[in-house]
């Protein structure tokens, strides 16, 4: 098993330093300036990302195999603080370098242990769940006890995330913009769902980057807008963003992203229990098992940001307003019109500024229900 793992590590491998390659080609060939140079260092970043993955793997590989939930806590966290400590120390160079950081390292250490002290706590409730209610009856049990444990804690993290991180950041204030609000208001209810509530994060400390996300399940979701993002655009299309982001609650989005994931997880174990029994030979498996699943994750997820632009186009005051938010973020965040056919298949969770661009000029020359909320 071990030389298969080594085997199936250096395929993995030399394929991210394949794609890497072509991507950094790519824009070579059409890029010159700092735009280029910027999404060639974040191609570096992500080869690093996996090259650590596979690094710890490795180690686990050649070391004892562990039986304990302090083993097994330890190896786990040393995984991630080590991610965390290198690759965040990289991208904060990297942001820097191009102008767009302002983390220091004190703010990145404060972040780091916050986190770090959550993760543990987490962690080695999980693994106490697996090792002392594990079932015996066979290799198959366990991996499957091993699924479940790990589904039901991710899923409840996913769903108090905005709860969590409004006690741990500190960075979150409620729009307070009453005009806006009552169009986001007017907007929700035209569209059949309760109002949403919106915040502010003050991102701008650690980043230029304008940017909006959509987050939690039930009681617990909101929209979160960068104040980079509400410096660069006018009412109407920081409206249409917010748009864009209630199409992710519309269609639910992070429930059904959640029982994908968690079903390509179950296929995996599923599959790796016809070739191994051993408990210790699953836990190293795990990043390339996520590597695998990687595209597909990556494929659902652009089909999902089409269904929010669909929606924002709709609901949003028309394709054209949100067409110019893009242009505004994407000229804010330095990103290229698109890359590599086959880096972005693997490597990216949004369609690239030209697909959007055309995609959402269709739907202005063929659409008929468009909605100026409150207007």
Known sequence: MTITMVLILTLLLSAHAWLCARQVSYIGSRHNDDIGRYAKAKAYVALLSYMLDILWCVLLLVSDAFTTVLDLTGLIITHWLLRRLVLGSVQMQVERHFGFGRMTWQILGKVILKALCLRLVLTFGAVNLVFYYMPMTSHMAVFLWVWLVWFCLDSAVITIRPWLQSRLDGLLKPLDDA??????????????????????????????????????????????????????????EILSVIAHELGHHAHRHIFKYQFLKGGLALLGVLIFGQFSTSFSSLVISAPALAAVALPILNAYIRSCEYQADRFASFYGGGAETFLRALDKIHVQNAMMQKGDQFYDAVYSGHPTPQARAQYLRKISNGATKIHMAGG
């Open 179 to 236: 005009g806006l609000l009552n169009r986001v208001t007017h907007m929700c209810l035209y569209a059949g769902y309760e109002p949403v509530d919106v915040y502010v994060q003050d991102g701008s400390q650690r980043t230029s980057h304008a940017n909006a996300r959509f987050e939690g399940i039930g009681p617990f979701k909101r929209i979160v807008l960068n104040d980079s993002l509400l410096d660069r655009l006018n009412e109407d």
